[in-house]
């Protein structure tokens, strides 16, 4: 049930805001991309004008995710980014990148997804996770997806 994630996401946010040990800086990109490939530069949207040491990427009304894998793994690559891990359901994923320096440090990679549409059948709604342990610390990143205008 969705539900059940609410409480990993209260985690995610205590666990950040108690790294005491050295300040790691996140990233956190949400985009619907109303089925479209990717147009224009995606630089702007993945914050690295700020350097986080984690990008996490969240879409939702994806079409082809090949291309939008592509793009982002290009751009992030040549940054020296490297994909922690992907999840998709459906039409929502989350790509979750770090910094070369934190590979050594990142272990117990999980994800999972809950399927909400259509009576639990469907994944155009629910959420997708991906958890990891950092340091001495464990990451769970959530992506849920983004509400409609009433």
Same mark, same amino acid.
């Given at each position: 049930?969705?539900? =059940?994630?609410?409480?990993?996401?209260?985690?995610?946010?205590?666990? $950040? *805001?108690?790294?005491?040990? =050295? *300040?790691?800086?996140?990233?956190?990109?949400?985009? @619907? !991309? &109303? @089925?479209?490939?990717?147009?224009?530069?995606?630089?702007?949207?993945?914050?690295? +004008?700020?350097?986080?040491? $984690?990008?996490?990427? &969240?879409? #939702? #009304?994806? &079409?082809?995710?090949?291309?939008? #894998?592509? #793009? $982002?793994?290009?751009?992030?690559?040549?940054? &020296?980014?490297?994909?922690?891990?992907?999840? !998709?359901?459906?039409?929502?994923?989350?790509?979750?990148?770090?910094?070369?320096?934190?590979?050594?440090?990142?272990?117990?990679?999980?994800?999972?997804?809950?399927?909400?549409?259509?009576?639990?059948?469907?994944? @155009?709604?629910?959420? !997708?996770?991906?958890?990891?342990?950092?340091?001495?610390?464990?990451? +769970?990143?959530?992506?849920?997806?983004?509400? =409609? =205008?009433?």
């Amino acid at each position: 049930m969705c539900t =059940s994630l609410v409480p990993r996401l209260l985690l995610l946010l205590l666990l $950040i *805001t108690t790294m005491t040990s =050295s *300040t790691l800086t996140f990233h956190f990109l949400t985009y @619907n !991309t &109303g @089925n479209t490939r990717p147009r224009g530069s995606l630089v702007p949207l993945l914050g690295l +004008a700020s350097h986080p040491d $984690i990008i996490s990427a &969240g879409f #939702e #009304e994806l &079409g082809d995710t090949e291309d939008w #894998e592509r #793009e $982002i793994d290009k751009i992030l690559r040549d940054k &020296g980014y490297y994909r922690i891990k992907i999840v !998709t359901m459906s039409i929502m994923q989350i790509v979750v990148y770090a910094k070369k320096q934190h590979l050594p440090f990142v272990s117990h990679i999980g994800t999972e997804y809950t399927k909400t549409g259509f009576g639990g059948t469907y994944g @155009n709604k629910g959420g !997708t996770t991906v958890r990891f342990r950092l340091y001495d610390k464990t990451v +769970a990143i959530i992506k849920l997806p983004s509400l =409609s =205008s009433p």
